[in-house]
């Protein structure tokens, strides 16, 4: 298990593009027929792939945890971002396809990983952090997931955002969980774009062309910088930083958050005019 040590904002505005990539930037988590983890310090966050190909993965403790098993004291989201493929949360099996999410509350001591076609694999992104109680485990289709038209196209980022682990939705600690899609002919996402002290947000890029990429924008909004990323690759918000991006195509990307409160609506806008 990786462990990402986040910066504050004092050190961040010295920090060279490879220092800020260190720092904020997870890539290389997909791996074909493995399971890549990294934690995060900001929140506790745990990050990661599961990418099964032949043999069904399991989902281990870890030392760094402390745990007897990994959901002992955490509950742990799971978007499939492959073909179809199938989830074990305790003694059930759910099914999962392209874009669903599963919900995996405190307490399921047994969580697998497979693939239904190894020549069409599921891809799960996982997204995990402490819990105080339990909730059930929940499948959430793509289908059914709570969406929202955002943006314009006078402004490049017309976009769906749909929401699956929320307030409104699969019930979590503090998890809060969703994917966005742009719309052809958007590419900005998140923008005008905001802070929130009260939870951190990692973002997920993906179903993004090889030669594509997001140029990420962070930091404090008085002082931006920018992350160039590729598919499947993840960043980590702090609470002081803005996370919005722009893409070269089209793309969509996974938001998760963990902190002090799970209302998707508090922000602190940072109007476009503000930005430096």
């Not at 930091?219 to 160039?228: C, D, I, S, Y």
């Amino acid at each position: 298990m990786k462990t990402l040590l986040l910066a504050d904002p004092v050190r961040y505005p010295r920090m060279t593009t490879e220092e800020l990539r260190s720092t904020f930037l997870l890539d290389g988590l997909y791996r074909a027929g493995a399971l890549e983890i990294a934690y995060v310090d900001l929140d506790r966050a745990v990050v990661g792939m599961a990418a099964p190909v032949g043999d069904a993965i399991r989902l281990p403790s870890f030392p760094e945890l402390r745990a007897d098993y990994f959901t002992e004291r955490r509950e742990l989201g799971v978007l499939n971002i492959g073909g179809p493929g199938a989830v074990q949360a305790g003694r059930q099996t759910w099914e999962l396809g392209n874009l669903d999410v599963l919900y995996v509350g405190r307490g399921n001591a047994e969580v697998g990983f497979e693939s239904q076609s190894g020549a069409n694999p599921a891809i799960y992104y996982l997204l995990s952090y402490p819990a105080h109680c339990s909730y059930p485990v929940t499948l959430v289709k793509k289908a059914d997931a709570l969406p929202a038209e955002l943006g314009s196209v006078e402004m490049c980022n017309a976009r769906t955002v749909c929401k699956y682990i929320h307030m409104g939705g699969a019930k979590s600690c503090q998890l809060v969980m969703g994917v966005t899609h742009l719309h052809t002919g958007s590419a900005w996402n998140t923008m005008p774009p905001h802070t929130h002290m009260r939870r951190s947000e990692i973002y997920m890029y993906f179903d993004l062309a090889p030669d594509a990429r997001v140029i990420h924008l962070m930091g404090p909004p008085e002082e931006t910088r920018h992350l160039v990323m590729a598919n499947r690759d993840v960043v980590v918000s702090p609470g002081w930083s803005v996370h919005a991006g722009v893409g070269t195509r089209a793309y969509s990307f996974c938001w998760g958050m963990g902190g002090e409160n799970q209302d998707y609506a508090d922000m602190d806008p940072a109007p476009v005019e503000t930005l430096r």
